[in-house]
Nanobody, 124 residues
């Protein structure tokens, strides 16, 4: 049974930082592209960042580029999202997802497995 479990969300003031973690089980983690998505109330789920199998390549949404960093530790079956300079518009439920395709993709429908999400709230 595949499981993805996010942690690290919370309430933070604008300009602050949070580090999200997503620990996986039941899949060969090193063979999956990993992504982070977010969904704000009343909005569609949107791509945030993705990292390739070997961590050699990453992709970011323009809205988070330069502020967020995605990384992975294949030995720990875990992917991270370091979020700095947070803004109120970053408030959302953040989800990690696993894609067995090598290509880093932004369409959430392309991903095979999802976590349950963790709430991030940024106050102004």
């Amino acid at each position: 049974q595949v499981q993805l479990v996010e942690s690290g969300g919370g309430l933070v003031q604008a300009g602050g930082s949070l580090r999200l973690s997503c620990t996986t089980s039941g899949l060969t983690f090193s063979r999956y592209t990993m992504g982070w998505f977010r969904q704000a109330p009343g909005k569609e789920r949107e791509f945030v960042a993705a990292v390739s199998w070997s961590s050699g390549s990453t992709s970011y949404a323009d809205s988070v580029k330069g502020r967020f960093t995605i990384s992975r530790d294949n030995a720990k079956n875990t992917v991270y999202l370091q979020m700095n300079s947070l803004k109120p518009e970053d408030t959302a439920v953040y989800y990690c997802a696993a894609d067995r395709n090598r290509v880093r993709r932004v369409n959430p429908d392309a991903y095979d497995y999802w976590g349950q999400g963790t709430q991030v709230t940024v106050s102004s």
